[in-house]
């Protein structure tokens, strides 16, 4: 079985339990919010695509796009339960998952009813073999965690970090309470291996379209959450959709202290990835001209990023060594403690 969980952060705790008790393997594709302990041994991942092939039965749970059809086939065959506020999806024109049962409702009070239910009916035989079923996922959780430990060690170049050397870093320089707003776009999934959240409410994505909207909802988590810090992560190119002056400028007058990491790879890869995947041998493919670069590298060319921040009272830093980061990180979070913001303009592999 398997489960996807989006919105719902109430449905935390109890879509744990019931995953413990009913072996469920839950996959977080593209997730709003952390909706499972990564530690948890029902944690499968954020690729659908890895427990398909072996799931007899799979959960919808408050989510719009629970894989890409296009990409994953095998999806069409199998059986779907649909657990939602909206089943509907009424204000999609266009909602293409096919599912055997729709459930309209709070999907954590239904997740209770059921598992209060598994709990009464279950017996010892029952839990012997969701214990056992649980066991030999083991193996699988041991090869994805040697994966991301050889991507975290690998630190890239000068002037081109990799992006799984610098979010390891973060995940050992943060705390387990920090909340981490991820815009990073295409390196987000980079991000959800390496920068593990355990706690409700630690992580935040975003739903639908709206690049940029990350400097704004790191203002807004910041004033809702006074007392804890914020990492706001961006690429490059949506940091300009951010209209980070005004970030900044309101970061100030009123006294919300936001730290941010924006992830430059010179370009849009999004959009080369989206002319690949359409037109994989176009002329754009041939001739490596994809109108996605933000750098042109013209002799005086300047990408100074931090000064946008600096100009309204931020600490602003530049990285372009993987040995600085630790000590440039470190300098950000305590600028925090005396109520500036921080920006952290880091160069990673260029697109």
């Not at 657990?83 to 999907?107: C, E, H, N, V, Y």
């Not at 959240?197 to 809702?224: E, N, Q």
């Not at 190119?237 to 924006?262: K, R």
């Not at 005086?300 to 993987?322: K, M, N």
Request: charged fraction near 20%.
């Amino acid at each position: 079985m398997t489960s996807y969980l989006g919105r719902s952060a109430a449905a935390v705790s109890v879509l744990e339990r019931l995953a413990l008790v009913c072996g469920i393997r839950v996959v977080e594709f593209n997730p709003v919010t952390m909706n499972i302990c990564q530690d948890s041994p029902c944690f499968a991942g954020f690729d659908p695509a890895a427990v398909i092939a072996g799931a007899d039965l799979g959960l919808l749970i408050d989510i719009d796009v629970p894989f890409i059809p296009q990409m994953l086939k095998p999806a069409d065959r199998l059986r779907w339960i649909q657990i939602d506020i909206d089943a509907l999806k009424a204000d999609i024109p266009m909602w293409g998952f096919a599912t055997d049962l729709r459930i309209q409702g709070d999907s954590a009070v239904i997740l209770r009813q059921v598992l209060e239910i598994v709990v009464a009916r279950g017996g010892d035989a029952h839990l012997r073999k969701v214990r056992d079923r649980i066991a030999s996922w083991h193996p699988a959780r041991e090869a994805a965690q040697a994966r991301r430990m050889a991507a975290a060690a690998r630190k890239g170049s000068l002037g081109a970090i990799d992006a799984a050397y610098l979010f390891s870093r973060l995940q050992v320089l943060l705390s387990e309470d920090d909340i981490v707003l991820n815009e990073a776009v295409r390196n987000a999934p980079v991000l959800q291996q390496q920068l593990r959240r355990t706690k409700p409410m630690t992580y935040v994505g975003l739903a639908g379209g709206g690049l940029g909207f990350s400097g704004g909802m790191a203002l807004g988590l910041k004033l809702a959450n006074p007392s804890r810090r914020v990492v706001q992560i961006v690429g490059d190119g949506a940091y300009h959709f951010a209209a980070p002056d005004s970030v900044y400028a309101v970061s100030q007058q009123y006294g919300l202290p936001i730290f941010s990491v924006i992830l430059d790879n010179k370009g849009w890869q999004a959009v080369k990835a989206s002319v690949q995947r359409v037109y994989p041998d176009g002329i754009a493919q041939q001739t490596d001209s994809f109108l996605s670069r933000l750098s042109a590298d013209h002799q005086g060319e300047q990408r100074r990023l931090v000064d946008i921040a600096c100009a309204f009272g931020a600490h602003g830093e530049r990285v372009d060594d993987p040995d600085d980061l630790d000590a440039a990180i470190t300098r950000c979070l305590a600028a925090l403690e005396t109520g500036r913001a921080a920006v952290l303009h880091v160069d990673i592999t260029p697109l």
